[in-house]
């Protein structure tokens, strides 16, 4: 018996050395670094995929940096995909590094990947079995075996012990908190204290009672996935002479240690469904480890389980002085002698608690008290920043990837935007040749389903310019690459055949608009032709006028795109232009005899519209003109037709009114004649929240036009008790749309009474609280503001003065 061998425990013939761990525990990956020291193994077996083999290698490499996973994807389908995690303290990545620094053979041994991807495909089943007893595991189409207490709940679970056994260990110890129990007898255990084998030992004691706990002996694919394993590791030990080690879930321990034939275990695995896969490493984050990001067999605290593996020593004090660093960036004040007291605080509560040594739910209190002054806001921010993390793990230019993925890396480091866990949003001036190179990157990338960034309202200048977005890589993008990757070798080439197939496939005309508007920012020139061609046919085959006036509002949105990044869009402008004038001919009569859900719909069109043929304006590219004049005449038709739904007619009016195209004097007339005592109570309101409601500031109107209050005043009280009912929910709706200032001023107005309010007379007497003019001195006061809000080039001719 050689030296190591005692040291261990073990003799030569014994049997696999198992060690049973839980994935992603730090207190698990020391004892298994400690446990492969003593034993020294000829060779090391790892619960994975066996296909990954050829990528252990990579594993070395010093451009590996974990946290890193093993995605498989099967090649027909590459939105089928299966990730195994691995952080740096993962007992399954300690063991491996120290197989490839001891130059000791390792291979993976769990259940081929072809057979997971082949199982968990839709309506497939193994012969013999029920229906699938899936092991989706914590990410889509992913999986992610448990040890003790991972938590992971699969369909087909059984009793609650497989699917969370670390809970049911905790119980049986008297505890409630299974995260603070195994924190307490494994974390907190110092690698190499005594026998380096002891917690396995013990560990594989408690699984093997938990199991025969287990109905049937556990799930159908337990049962294969051991089957499997145990044919690999005595393939394994007939090749060492030196002994083996198997690293695996605890939970699995136990069925290898069990004594079957190779028939049984071959017979188990006969029949499998099986498909063709590929295989590559790609980064991880920490917050993909965490429950809380959705992993089913994670952790809580991947952040702090990090720090305990890499700490070499006081572990509480060194985690405390990262917090008051953290804290301290954020521009709180806290001094060395917040950490000296924290860390008083924290020993002492693990004393009253009767734990070996702090934990986290120790340093927590003691942060909140003596840090955050017992606020849980800054507390939020540490959880996220160091109890969690946006640690981004990195893999080596040589790992195996689709062409697209080789592509956008090289895009990606030649515009200088480096994938980042944390979300962070970025600005864009599109007028620089780096930030419009990386919004055409960004615009391809959505269009393909490859979703890293998301655009949002820019706080700055609103130009089309500026763009503003909110990034944050999340490492199932790599599945979207892989899947985009059926589309094209480059990112350009993918985003084309992209929208070319959306085109040619979209139902409905605002989806062919809604994707012209998509290519421009995106940079597609060789897409538009296809898109153009189909908005043409689909335009003038649609003749429902709400598509029409949907479909508009994009496309002249998509031109004013044009206009900044130098597109060419003359043929959108004559698209744009002419659904314009089909919508104007087909309006009226689509605004007739609607009920009050299609008349609210109709309305948002008409702002819609009205908005687009602002935008549009007298766009020569048209060569239709200036399309102002002509909608305005609808709106004129629209506000006139007593067939026309009420809510139509009243925004009709307000839009003219807002134009300027009507005076305020007719608009009274108008509002006068609808809310005279012949018009039905129901069609008034409706009017009346087409004139003044939407959040179009239509309660602002009405408080500085008294003609109009005054005409809604009178109306609302001369309304008769029988129809009041009625018209409520319409009013009630309209006005609690206002902002509380103005219904507060509204309020008051309405109970000054006509006398009390009174009315600016042509001798310019005016009610309490209004002037009778302009004060424009009070009015030149607000310039500077508005300069701030418009920008530092904004000029005075930008300035337009409101002659009130």
Same mark, same amino acid.
């Given at each position: 018996?050689?030296?190591?061998?005692?040291?261990?425990?073990?003799?030569?013939?014994?049997?696999?050395?198992?060690?049973?761990?839980?994935?992603?525990?730090?207190?698990?990956?020391?004892?298994?670094?400690?446990?492969?020291?003593?034993?020294?193994?000829?060779?090391?077996?790892?619960?994975?995929?066996?296909?990954?083999?050829?990528?252990?290698?990579?594993?070395?490499?010093?451009?590996?940096?974990?946290?890193?996973?093993?995605?498989?994807?099967?090649?027909?389908?590459?939105?089928?995909?299966?990730?195994?995690?691995?952080?740096?303290?993962?007992?399954?990545?300690?063991?491996?590094?120290?197989?490839?620094?001891?130059?000791?053979?390792?291979?993976?041994?769990?259940?081929?990947?072809?057979?997971?991807?082949?199982?968990?495909?839709?309506?497939?089943?193994?012969?013999?079995?029920?229906?699938?007893?899936?092991?989706?595991?914590?990410?889509?189409?992913?999986?992610?075996?448990?040890?003790?207490?991972?938590?992971?709940?699969?369909?087909?679970?059984?009793?609650?012990?497989?699917?969370?056994?670390?809970?049911?260990?905790?119980?049986?110890?008297?505890?409630?908190?299974?995260?603070?129990?195994?924190?307490?007898?494994?974390?907190?255990?110092?690698?190499?204290?005594?026998?380096?084998?002891?917690?396995?030992?013990?560990?594989?004691?408690?699984?093997?009672?938990?199991?025969?706990?287990?109905?049937?002996?556990?799930?159908?694919?337990?049962?294969?996935?051991?089957?499997?394993?145990?044919?690999?590791?005595?393939?394994?030990?007939?090749?060492?002479?030196?002994?083996?080690?198997?690293?695996?879930?605890?939970?699995?321990?136990?069925?290898?240690?069990?004594?079957?034939?190779?028939?049984?275990?071959?017979?188990?695995?006969?029949?499998?469904?099986?498909?063709?896969?590929?295989?590559?490493?790609?980064?991880?984050?920490?917050?993909?480890?965490?429950?809380?990001?959705?992993?089913?067999?994670?952790?809580?605290?991947?952040?702090?389980?990090?720090?305990?593996?890499?700490?070499?020593?006081?572990?509480?004090?060194?985690?405390?002085?990262?917090?008051?660093?953290?804290?301290?960036?954020?521009?709180?004040?806290?001094?060395?002698?917040?950490?000296?007291?924290?860390?008083?605080?924290?020993?002492?509560?693990?004393?009253?608690?009767?734990?070996?040594?702090?934990?986290?739910?120790?340093?927590?209190?003691?942060?909140?008290?003596?840090?955050?002054?017992?606020?849980?806001?800054?507390?939020?921010?540490?959880?996220?920043?160091?109890?969690?993390?946006?640690?981004?793990?990195?893999?080596?230019?040589?790992?195996?990837?689709?062409?697209?993925?080789?592509?956008?890396?090289?895009?990606?480091?030649?515009?200088?935007?480096?994938?980042?866990?944390?979300?962070?949003?970025?600005?864009?001036?599109?007028?620089?040749?780096?930030?419009?190179?990386?919004?055409?990157?960004?615009?391809?990338?959505?269009?393909?389903?490859?979703?890293?960034?998301?655009?949002?309202?820019?706080?700055?200048?609103?130009?089309?310019?500026?763009?503003?977005?909110?990034?944050?890589?999340?490492?199932?993008?790599?599945?979207?690459?892989?899947?985009?990757?059926?589309?094209?070798?480059?990112?350009?080439?993918?985003?084309?055949?992209?929208?070319?197939?959306?085109?040619?496939?979209?139902?409905?005309?605002?989806?062919?608009?809604?994707?012209?508007?998509?290519?421009?920012?995106? $940079?597609?020139? &060789?897409?538009? @032709?296809?898109?153009?061609? #189909? *908005?043409?046919?689909?335009? !003038?085959? =649609? +003749?429902?006028? /709400?598509?029409?006036?949907?479909?508009?509002?994009?496309?002249?949105?998509?031109?004013?795109?044009?206009?900044?990044?130098?597109?060419?869009?003359?043929?959108?402008?004559?698209?744009?232009?002419?659904?314009?004038?089909?919508?104007?001919?087909?309006?009226?009569?689509?605004?007739?005899?609607?009920?009050?859900?299609?008349?609210?719909?109709?309305?948002?069109?008409?702002?819609?519209?009205?908005?687009?043929?602002?935008?549009?304006?007298?766009?020569?590219?048209? $060569?239709?003109? &200036?399309?102002? @004049?002509?909608?305005?005449? #609808? *709106?004129?038709?629209?506000? !006139?037709? =007593? +067939?026309?739904? /009420?809510?139509?007619?009243?925004?009709?009016?307000?839009?003219?009114?807002?134009?300027?195209?009507?005076?305020?004097?007719?608009?009274?007339?108008?509002?006068?004649?609808?809310?005279?005592?012949?018009?039905?109570?129901?069609?008034?309101?409706?009017?009346?929240?087409?004139?003044?409601?939407?959040?179009?500031?239509?309660?602002?109107?009405?408080?500085?036009?008294?003609?109009?209050?005054?005409?809604?005043?009178?109306?609302?009280?001369?309304?008769?008790?029988?129809?009041?009912? &009625?018209?409520? @929910?319409?009013?009630?709706?309209?006005?609690?749309?206002?902002?509380?200032?103005?219904?507060?001023?509204?309020?008051?107005?309405?109970?000054?009474?006509?006398?009390?309010?009174?009315?600016?007379?042509?001798?310019?007497?005016?009610?309490?609280?209004?002037?009778?003019?302009?004060?424009?001195?009070?009015?030149?006061?607000?310039?500077?503001?508005?300069?701030?809000?418009?920008?530092?080039?904004?000029?005075?001719?930008?300035?337009?003065?409101?002659?009130?």
């Amino acid at each position: 018996m050689t030296g190591t061998d005692q040291e261990a425990g073990r003799k030569p013939g014994d049997g696999p050395l198992l060690l049973g761990v839980r994935h992603h525990g730090p207190g698990s990956a020391r004892a298994v670094r400690a446990a492969l020291e003593a034993a020294r193994p000829g060779a090391v077996l790892i619960e994975g995929p066996p296909e990954a083999d050829a990528l252990l290698p990579l594993a070395a490499d010093e451009d590996m940096r974990p946290p890193v996973a093993l995605l498989a994807h099967a090649v027909d389908e590459p939105g089928r995909s299966v990730f195994w995690p691995l952080a740096e303290f993962s007992p399954e990545w300690v063991a491996l590094r120290w197989a490839l620094e001891h130059g000791v053979p390792a291979r993976f041994i769990d259940l081929p990947a072809a057979h997971t991807l082949a199982w968990d495909a839709p309506g497939s089943a193994r012969p013999g079995t029920g229906p699938e007893e899936g092991d989706p595991g914590p990410e889509a189409g992913t999986t992610g075996e448990t040890g003790p207490g991972e938590g992971e709940r699969e369909p087909g679970a059984g009793s609650g012990v497989r699917s969370d056994p670390l809970a049911a260990l905790a119980r049986a110890a008297g505890h409630d908190d299974p995260e603070r129990w195994w924190e307490d007898v494994v974390e907190h255990r110092g690698a190499g204290e005594g026998d380096a084998l002891a917690p396995f030992t013990a560990l594989e004691e408690a699984m093997g009672a938990l199991r025969e706990t287990e109905e049937d002996g556990g799930r159908d694919r337990d049962l294969v996935r051991e089957a499997y394993m145990r044919l690999q590791v005595r393939a394994a030990q007939r090749e060492s002479e030196a002994g083996v080690a198997v690293v695996c879930g605890a939970w699995h321990v136990p069925a290898l240690r069990r004594r079957a034939t190779v028939a049984a275990d071959r017979a188990l695995l006969k029949g499998l469904p099986r498909t063709k896969v590929d295989m590559t490493w790609v980064p991880w984050t920490h917050r993909r480890l965490s429950r809380a990001g959705g992993y089913g067999a994670g952790i809580d605290s991947p952040g702090w389980y990090g720090h305990l593996f890499r700490a070499p020593d006081r572990p509480v004090e060194r985690w405390l002085t990262k917090v008051a660093g953290l804290l301290r960036e954020e521009d709180r004040a806290v001094s060395p002698a917040h950490v000296i007291e924290a860390v008083r605080l924290a020993e002492t509560l693990a004393v009253m608690r009767g734990r070996p040594l702090p934990g986290l739910g120790e340093t927590t209190d003691a942060v909140r008290a003596v840090m955050c002054e017992g606020s849980d806001v800054p507390l939020a921010l540490v959880h996220d920043r160091l109890v969690v993390g946006d640690v981004l793990g990195e893999v080596p230019a040589g790992a195996p990837a689709v062409p697209l993925q080789r592509d956008l890396a090289r895009i990606q480091r030649r515009l200088r935007l480096r994938p980042e866990a944390r979300e962070r949003e970025l600005e864009l001036d599109l007028r620089k040749e780096t930030d419009a190179g990386r919004s055409r990157l960004l615009h391809r990338l959505r269009l393909l389903g490859i979703g890293w960034g998301e655009p949002v309202g820019s706080r700055g200048a609103t130009g089309t310019f500026r763009e503003t977005w909110r990034l944050r890589w999340e490492p199932e993008l790599s599945v979207r690459i892989a899947e985009a990757g059926a589309w094209g070798t480059t990112v350009l080439a993918a985003a084309t055949a992209k929208a070319e197939a959306d085109a040619l496939t979209a139902r409905r005309l605002a989806e062919v608009t809604a994707l012209a508007e998509r290519c421009l920012p995106a $940079g597609l020139p &060789d897409a538009l @032709p296809t898109v153009m061609r #189909v *908005l043409t046919d689909r335009a !003038a085959l =649609d +003749t429902d006028v /709400g598509h029409l006036a949907q479909a508009l509002p994009a496309l002249v949105r998509a031109l004013r795109y044009g206009d900044v990044r130098g597109t060419d869009t003359g043929a959108l402008a004559t698209v744009a232009a002419g659904l314009a004038e089909r919508v104007f001919v087909g309006l009226p009569a689509a605004c007739a005899a609607l009920d009050a859900d299609a008349a609210g719909e109709m309305r948002r069109h008409v702002d819609a519209v009205h908005g687009a043929v602002g935008l549009l304006g007298d766009d020569p590219a048209t $060569g239709h003109g &200036d399309l102002r @004049p002509r909608w305005r005449a #609808v *709106l004129r038709t629209l506000s !006139a037709r =007593d +067939t026309v739904a /009420g809510v139509v007619r009243g925004r009709a009016v307000r839009l003219l009114l807002d134009d300027g195209a009507l005076a305020a004097q007719e608009a009274a007339r108008l509002m006068a004649l609808v809310l005279s005592p012949g018009t039905p109570p129901a069609d008034a309101a409706a009017w009346i929240e087409g004139f003044v409601g939407g959040g179009s500031g239509g309660g602002m109107l009405l408080v500085h036009d008294e003609q109009l209050l005054a005409l809604v005043d009178a109306w609302l009280t001369g309304v008769p008790a029988d129809a009041f009912t &009625d018209v409520l @929910p319409l009013l009630r709706r309209t006005f609690s749309a206002y902002e509380p200032g103005v219904r507060r001023t509204l309020g008051e107005l309405v109970r000054r009474g006509p006398e009390g309010r009174g009315a600016v007379t042509a001798a310019g007497s005016a009610v309490p609280g209004f002037g009778a003019g302009s004060d424009t001195a009070r009015a030149d006061a607000v310039l500077p503001v508005v300069r701030l809000l418009l920008g530092p080039d904004t000029k005075d001719d930008d300035l337009v003065e409101v002659d009130a």
